[in-house]
């Protein structure tokens, strides 16, 4: 067992959404493909490049910068989806896979490279764990980190939520908005003093939008939002009497959104950038 600072993110990302994420992967990977394709151009020629994934979950970004001609690492928290990561790879030699917490991960090799697709916003000690990631770096090297924006401009996972929250009973303290989630690193203020008391340097947030193909059509769209996201978390805490009402709610909010290629919504990221 690799050694492991943020317990409570490796309890879940171990157990069950990792088990969600290896289940889904395909179609998360086909949703997040335009952040992932905008984030790999923005790195330029990668060819030659050792590359570490932080987060890499289920492999996707790893075998895309692969594939682009890097060298890569891909390190994960979770188990269940390494052994994905590692099966659709089936054990070639570039990228390989390593079980690991980013935050206490202590490299044999330099790397050029930190990238992340949507796998750093889960440190409890954010600071500590970027110190320790910078660390891995060469002298040169460069960050290149893609993270949510709020909620707001995130429809795609905020619609949802909005919708059958009026059937959610009341939670008892509001989430704090930089605790260890998808939104963390949403506030660009809040990256950059993170990055630059890691000793990271030309610190850059580079808003993107895209249009998101989230389903095929709108009773996959539903079935989708049931199982991963902010959507899904709330509906486990409903009443059961209210479940057929919401369902409905959510199927209602979706509904303008069904296009003739499928169910699109809108997306926002930001593409960190920085520097060792
Ligand atoms: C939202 S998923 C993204 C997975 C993958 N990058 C993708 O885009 O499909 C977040 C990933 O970060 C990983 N993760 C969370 N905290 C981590 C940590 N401290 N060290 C390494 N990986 C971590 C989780 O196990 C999970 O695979």
Known sequence: MASILNEEQFNYWDGEAGAIWVEHQQQLDQLLTPFTDDSIASLGSIEGRRVLDLGCGCGDSSIKLAAAGAQVLGIDLSRPMLAQANHRVQNS?????????????????EFDVLYSRFGS??????????????????????????????????????????????????????????????????????????????????????????????AADLETAVAFQLVIGPAARAFKTLPKDSV?????????????????????????????????
């Not at 390989?96 to 490299?107: E, M, R």
């Not at 919401?246 to 960190?272: I, R």
Request: hydrophobic share 45%.
């Open 244 to 276: 057929k009402m919401a369902t409905q709610a959510l199927k209602d909010a979706l509904a303008p959104f069904e296009t003739s290629t499928g169910v699109v919504m809108e997306g926002a990221v930001w593409l960190v950038s920085g520097k060792t």
């Open 121 to 214: 916003m889960f440190f409890k000690d954010p600071v500590v764990a970027f110190t320790n990631l910078k660390e891995a770096l060469c002298r040169g090297g460069e960050i290149r980190l893609v993270c949510w924006q709020a909620p707001s401009f995130n429809p795609w996972m905020s619609v949802g939520g909005r919708a059958i929250a009026s059937f959610v009973p009341e939670m008892e303290a509001p989430r704090d908005p930089r605790a260890p989630g998808p939104f963390a690193f949403s506030d660009p203020d809040y990256v950059r003093s993170i990055l630059a008391s890691s000793g990271f340097t030309d610190v850059s947030l580079t808003p993107v939008t895209q249009s998101l193909r989230v």
């Open 93 to 109: 030699a570039n990228p390989t896979f390593l079980h690991a917490d980013g935050a206490v991960f202590n490299s044999e090799h």
